[in-house]
T-cell receptor
Framework: EDQVTQSPEALRLQEGESSSLNCSYT??????LFWYRQDPGKGPEFLFT???AGEEKEKERLKATLTKKESFLHITAPKPEDSATYLC?????????????FGKGTKLTVNP | GAVVSQHPSWVICKSGTSVKIECRSL??????MFWYRQFPKQSLMLMAT?????????EQGVEKDKFLINHASLTLSTLTVTSAHPEDSSFYIC????????????FGPGTRLTVL
């Protein structure tokens, strides 16, 4: 069964304290891995797509990396406005159709 | 660009009634729209995939007679929760694809459904 596990469930950081979020996956036929940011009561906001092991992408204080079994979202010198839930999703083909399978997310809180 | 809206943003209804949620792509034509459900502290779960002009494809375990999906145009899809019950209370999110399948999805802001 295709699975996506994110850790930790919740993370509290002080402003400026860098850290990483983990997304491990067990899927057959991975076509891509996505990172989204979700604010409370809102829909997910696209951050990155990674397609192959070794790929890295950066956007402001965020950097996403991908290996054959997991992905990391590195947050460098976070600010309070980075507080949100970060979702990881894998793009798979199942039963002839394509879909995203999401993890439960990591709730990040950055204290000033 | 690539804005998706949902209406209503929240709704409260009595058990046994039906509720319709609209999902619109405002500035692009969406060949495919997706409907997700998210329970508190749980992951987004895909309910169904709908393509304009054809019947929706439902995920295993999702009752197609209870969750009616209509994708009548390239900019509008609707989800109707029929005979809603308290266990249907959840956050419903739609997304619209530019045509590249699930990899180019833009998500709506979600609809909070509470069934009393």
């Amino acid at each position: 069964e295709d699975q996506v596990t994110q850790s930790p469930e919740a993370l509290r950081l002080q402003e400026g304290e860098s850290s990483s979020l983990n997304c491990s996956y067990t899927v057959s036929g991975l076509r891509g891995l996505f990172w989204y940011r979700q604010d409370p009561g809102k829909g997910p906001e696209f951050l990155f797509t990674l397609y192959s092991a070794g790929e890295e992408k950066e956007k402001e204080r965020l950097k996403a990396t991908l290996t054959k079994k997991e992905s990391f979202l590195h947050i460098t010198a976070p600010k309070p406005e980075d507080s949100a839930t970060y979702l990881c999703a894998v793009w798979i083909t199942q039963g002839g159709s394509e879909k995203l399978v999401f993890g439960k997310g990591t709730k990040l809180t950055v204290n000033p | 660009g690539a804005v998706v809206s949902q209406h209503p943003s929240w709704v409260i209804c009595k058990s046994g009634t039906s509720v319709k949620i609209e999902c619109r792509s405002l500035d692009f034509q969406a060949t495919t729209m997706f409907w997700y459900r998210q329970f508190p502290k749980q992951s987004l779960m895909l309910m169904a995939t709908s393509n304009e002009g054809s019947k929706a494809t439902y995920e295993q375990g999702v009752e197609k007679d209870k969750f009616l999906i209509n994708h009548a145009s390239l900019t509008l899809s609707t989800l109707t929760v029929t005979s809603a019950h308290p266990e249907d209370s959840s956050f419903y999110i739609c997304s619209a694809s530019l045509g590249g399948g699930p990899k180019e999805q833009f998500f709506g802001p979600g609809t909070r459904l509470t069934v009393l």
